[in-house]
């Protein structure tokens, strides 16, 4: 077979000159994975499907020659490309795609903890997490053990007495609540008892917030959100810092048989090349919604790091470089029971702009209301009973149709109360 037919090694990596230069982020991102000569000049690589790859002779189906790729569900020319790709988003050795980002944060726990060990899980991660966490591991004999995210002395002395302890999960900020951690400090802790740290990175997207240069070992997003941008594909990847958890984290991939399907690969593609452009306009909309809830007098409180209001702000301006569209507000609850769920139905069920729906990232703007005492969390922030929380994702409407759209709510809800 002539080598020209099968697909060489080398063009699993890009030939720009990117990689020799110190280009900025967004540029790297732009360009990263890319191989136009090598695809008949188009700019977007074309997407592979199939499961059978072919080997040239016996030598390379043994293993005794190199073949880049081996099998369709492994691996594919995008799917290196978008790993390269989010593998230099957040500065790490090396990417593990999954499909989901509850399967990117169920992978780590699967691939380093072993029966009789403890993790240990802030409790303000991603309920589904915490979830997998309290009701399956404990299946594999696995022990998980929450913490107040904000208090890190409390945390030192569970190490320092769950001697069985070997992970931490890090999510900062926390869902719905968005209280930060001193990731440095957090990193410290764990590294002088031997505890491998995980960290979510969804909120932060590589683009506000790099946990592997504070020294975590491995960072999972769910690329659902703002990496994809588009509400069009589920995606979650991991980033090693160091080879041997690389290692570890796609051989359990491979062992689960875990598969990422060629078109979301291809729309995760699309979508990172904007990813700073876009992360950018989320933050500055949502900075201005902020300033128009902040007038408001239902509104208590907002729960957005990067607002000086936020009693961990100082942590935010030293450990983060922006902000995104995601926070929520505390807005003062009328009525009891039933009286107070169709008031609070008169504020979200004619909203225009703001959808119901779950996840976040994309384009649409969201708005998802919650209980506080429904939250399931031991360590509550100092938050009364009597708020309705509002969780609110800012996509990239016009703002100040946004902020009519909020003004025309609140208009709503007064009149009915």
Same mark, same amino acid.
């Given at each position: 077979?002539?080598?020209?037919?099968?697909?060489?090694?080398?063009?699993?990596?890009?030939?720009?000159?990117?990689?020799?230069?110190?280009?900025?982020?967004?540029?790297?991102?732009?360009?990263?994975?890319?191989?136009?000569?090598?695809?008949?000049?188009?700019?977007? =690589?074309?997407?592979?499907?199939?499961?059978?790859?072919?080997?040239?002779?016996?030598?390379?189906?043994?293993?005794?020659?190199?073949?880049?790729?081996?099998?369709?569900?492994? %691996?594919?020319?995008?799917?290196?490309?978008?790993?390269?790709?989010?593998?230099?988003?957040?500065?790490?050795?090396?990417? !593990?795609?999954?499909?989901?980002?509850?399967?990117?944060?169920?992978?780590?726990?699967?691939?380093?903890?072993?029966?009789?060990?403890?993790?240990?899980?802030?409790?303000?991660?991603?309920?589904?997490?915490?979830?997998?966490?309290?009701?399956?591991?404990?299946?594999?004999?696995?022990?998980?053990?929450?913490?107040?995210?904000?208090?890190?002395?409390?945390?030192?002395?569970?190490?320092?007495?769950?001697?069985?302890?070997?992970?931490?999960?890090?999510?900062?900020?926390?869902?719905?609540?968005?209280?930060?951690?001193?990731?440095?400090?957090? !990193?410290?802790?764990?590294?002088?008892?031997?505890?491998?740290?995980?960290?979510?990175?969804?909120?932060?997207?590589?683009?506000?917030?790099?946990?592997?240069?504070?020294?975590?070992?491995?960072?999972?997003?769910?690329?659902?959100?703002? !990496?994809?941008?588009?509400?069009?594909?589920?995606?979650?990847?991991?980033?090693?810092?160091?080879?041997?958890?690389?290692?570890?984290?796609?051989?359990?991939?491979?062992?689960?048989?875990?598969?990422?399907?060629?078109?979301?690969?291809?729309?995760?593609?699309?979508?990172?090349?904007?990813?700073?452009?876009?992360?950018?306009?989320?933050?500055?909309?949502?900075?201005?919604?902020?300033?128009?809830?902040?007038?408001?007098?239902?509104?208590?409180?907002?729960?957005?790091?990067?607002?000086? %209001?936020?009693?961990?702000?100082?942590?935010?301006?030293?450990?983060?470089?922006?902000?995104?569209?995601?926070?929520?507000?505390? =807005?003062?609850?009328?009525?009891?029971?039933?009286?107070?769920?169709?008031?609070?139905?008169?504020?979200?069920?004619?909203?225009?702009?703001?959808?119901?729906?779950? %996840?976040?990232?994309?384009?649409?703007?969201?708005?998802?209301?919650?209980?506080?005492?429904?939250?399931?969390?031991?360590?509550?922030?100092?938050?009364?009973?009597?708020?309705?929380?509002?969780?609110?994702?800012?996509?990239?409407?016009?703002?100040?149709?946004?902020?009519?759209?909020?003004?025309?709510?609140?208009?709503?809800?007064?009149?009915?109360?």
């Amino acid at each position: 077979m002539p080598s020209s037919s099968y697909y060489s090694p080398s063009s699993l990596s890009s030939p720009s000159s990117s990689s020799s230069k110190s280009w900025g982020l967004a540029t790297k991102l732009a360009d990263l994975g890319r191989d136009p000569w090598n695809h008949a000049g188009y700019v977007n =690589m074309p997407i592979y499907r199939g499961s059978t790859i072919l080997f040239p002779d016996l030598a390379t189906l043994d293993g005794k020659k190199p073949a880049p790729l081996r099998y369709g569900l492994h %691996s594919s020319p995008q799917h290196e490309a978008l790993k390269e790709t989010l593998t230099e988003l957040e500065g790490g050795t090396g990417c !593990v795609l999954v499909s989901s980002g509850l399967e990117a944060v169920t992978l780590p726990l699967l691939a380093l903890l072993q029966q009789g060990e403890r993790i240990l899980i802030t409790d303000g991660a991603y309920e589904p997490t915490l979830d997998f966490a309290e009701n399956f591991l404990p299946k594999l004999g696995i022990k998980a053990q929450r913490y107040d995210p904000t208090d890190l002395a409390a945390l030192e002395k569970i190490l320092a007495t769950q001697r069985d302890c070997k992970a931490i999960l890090i999510e900062s900020p926390s869902s719905h609540t968005f209280e930060l951690t001193d990731i440095p400090a957090l !990193v410290a802790c764990a590294k002088k008892h031997d505890v491998v740290t995980i960290a979510d990175n969804s909120w932060g997207a590589g683009i506000a917030l790099r946990p592997l240069e504070m020294g975590v070992d491995i960072v999972v997003q769910s690329g659902t959100k703002y !990496v994809c941008g588009h509400s069009d594909a589920l995606m979650g990847f991991c980033v090693a810092k160091e080879e041997s958890f690389l290692q570890k984290l796609s051989q359990a991939r491979a062992f689960l048989g875990l598969y990422n399907a060629p078109d979301d690969v291809a729309l995760c593609l699309r979508g990172v090349r904007s990813l700073p452009v876009r992360y950018e306009a989320h933050r500055t909309a949502a900075l201005r919604v902020c300033d128009f809830l902040q007038e408001q007098p239902e509104v208590s409180a907002i729960l957005h790091p990067a607002l000086a %209001s936020h009693p961990q702000h100082a942590l935010w301006r030293r450990d983060c470089a922006s902000s995104c569209g995601l926070f929520s507000f505390l =807005m003062e609850k009328k009525g009891e029971g039933e009286r107070a769920r169709d008031l609070l139905a008169r504020f979200t069920d004619e909203l225009q702009l703001f959808g119901m729906g779950y %996840s976040w990232g994309g384009y649409k703007s969201l708005i998802l209301p919650a209980e506080v005492q429904g939250l399931g969390r031991q360590f509550l922030p100092d938050i009364p009973n009597d708020r309705w929380l509002l969780r609110v994702h800012v996509g990239l409407e016009d703002t100040a149709d946004l902020v009519q759209d909020l003004d025309d709510a609140f208009l709503r809800y007064r009149a009915a109360v």
